[in-house]
């Protein structure tokens, strides 16, 4: 079991970036892949990025690549999202993943642990 904490999520400027925080935490392991869905309102949620244990590997949703970035720090307990170019679209909540193992996937089933989410709007 993994334990997701997300932080960061909060009104922005369509165009403005905004950078979101997943902190994991609970039992010893050694690779957790991890990543990011989000939910807009009356849509089903769609993932969004993920990240290899070791940060090597990464997946991003089509449509944003090369506006979002995800990372993870040295010590593979925390995966961030760097926003950059937001859009109105881009509104949602945003839930941290994780999965403990060396696979990396991009389906909801790829991921067991889920946080709680942290709300994302981008005004025009």
């Known amino acids: 079991q993994v334990q997701l904490v997300e932080s960061g999520g909060e009104w922005v400027q369509a165009g403005g970036s905004l950078g979101l925080s997943c902190e994991a935490s609970g039992p010893t392991f050694s690779s957790l892949a991890m990543g990011w869905f989000r939910q807009a309102p009356g849509k089903e949620r769609e993932f969004v990025a993920s990240?290899?244990?070791?940060?090597?590997?990464?997946y991003y949703l089509h449509s944003v690549k090369g506006r979002f970035t995800i990372s993870r720090h040295s010590a593979k307990n925390t995966v961030y999202l760097q926003m950059n170019s937001l859009k109105p679209e881009d509104t949602a909540v945003y839930y941290c993943v994780a999965e403990e193992g060396y696979a990396l996937g991009t389906t909801e089933a790829d991921f067991g642990s889920w946080g709680q989410g942290t709300q994302v709007t981008v005004s025009s």
């Open positions: 990240i290899s244990w070791n940060g090597a590997s990464t």
